[in-house]
C-alpha cells in the first residue's frame, strides 16, 4: 500500500520569496513521483516527476523537486515566487510494474503569493 | 487539442437519482481513470481503464460504474446518488497505461447531491 503526506495544507509567502512545499511517502515496493498543480477552477497538470536517475528533477515553471530514498521524500522547491505560482500543489506516487498509470495523492498544499 | 473534455461542469442531484458524467479525450489514449477530489482528502481514484473494455476498480469504487467501449470515452455512472457523493469529480488520461506516463486531467464535474 501507498500513502502520500503533504505537512502543510497552506503556505503563504511573499512574491519573490523562496519556497518548500514538503512531501513524504510510504510504500512497501518502489514507487515513481510527481508533483501536480491545480489552479483555480482547472484540472490538475503535471510539474514535474522522478523516475529513475538523478535525484534532482527539474519542471516546469521553474520549479524543482529532489527526491530522497532515505528520508522518503520528494519536497518541491522554488527559488522566487511570483502571483502567478497562487495554485495547489499535489504530490503523488504511483507504484511501476502495476500495468496502469494509477496515482495517489497526498491532501494537497494551498500556496498563496501575497504582493 | 481538446485534451479531456468533462461534461457537465455543475450537477445538482436529488438522493436516489442516478446520472452519467462524461468523459471524452482526442489524444488517442489508451489509459483513463476517474478521481474524486474532496476538501482535506486529495484526489481519490474511483475506477480506471487500460484500454478499451477493460475496465477496473480503484480505492474508492462502491456507488460508481463505468465501461470503456471506445477508446475515446469513458463515462461514469452514478446508480443511485447519495449525499456523501457530493465531490469534484476528475477524469484523467495518458497515453499509455504503464506508471510514470503523464496523466492529463479534465477540468472537472462538481456534483451536489442534496
Known amino acids: 500500500a501507498q500513502s502520500v503526506t503533504q505537512l502543510d495544507s497552506q503556505v503563504p509567502v511573499f512574491e519573490e520569496a523562496p519556497v518548500e512545499l514538503r512531501c513524504n511517502y510510504s510504500?512497501?515496493?518502489?514507487?515513481?513521483l510527481f508533483w501536480y498543480v491545480q489552479y483555480p477552477n482547472q484540472g490538475l497538470q503535471l510539474l514535474l516527476k522522478?523516475?529513475?536517475?538523478?535525484?534532482l528533477v527539474k519542471g516546469i515553471n521553474g520549479f524543482e523537486a529532489e527526491f530522497n530514498k532515505s528520508q522518503t521524500s520528494f519536497h518541491l522547491r522554488k527559488p522566487s515566487v511570483h502571483i502567478s505560482d497562487t495554485a495547489e500543489y499535489f504530490c503523488a506516487v504511483s507504484p511501476p510494474g502495476t500495468g496502469a498509470n494509477n496515482l495517489f495523492f497526498g491532501t494537497g498544499t494551498r500556496l498563496t503569493v501575497i504582493p | 487539442n481538446a485534451g479531456v473534455t468533462q461534461t457537465p461542469k455543475f450537477q445538482v442531484l436529488k438522493t436516489g437519482q442516478s446520472m452519467t458524467l462524461q468523459c471524452a479525450q482526442d489524444m488517442n489514449h489508451e489509459y483513463m481513470s476517474w478521481y474524486r477530489q474532496d476538501p482535506g482528502m486529495g484526489l481519490r481514484l474511483i475506477h480506471y481503464s487500460v484500454g478499451a473494455g477493460i475496465t477496473d476498480q480503484g480505492e474508492v469504487p462502491n456507488g460508481y460504474n463505468v465501461s470503456r467501449s471506445t477508446t475515446e470515452d469513458f463515462p461514469l455512472r452514478l446508480l443511485s446518488a447519495a449525499p456523501s457523493q457530493t465531490s469534484v469529480y476528475f477524469c484523467?488520461?495518458?497515453?499509455?497505461?504503464?506508471?510514470?506516463?503523464?496523466?492529463?486531467f479534465g477540468q472537472g464535474t462538481r456534483l451536489t447531491v442534496v
Open positions: 510504500s512497501s515496493v518502489s514507487v515513481y
Open positions: 522522478y523516475l529513475s536517475g538523478s535525484t
Open positions: 484523467a488520461s495518458s497515453l499509455q497505461g504503464a506508471a510514470g506516463t503523464e496523466a492529463f
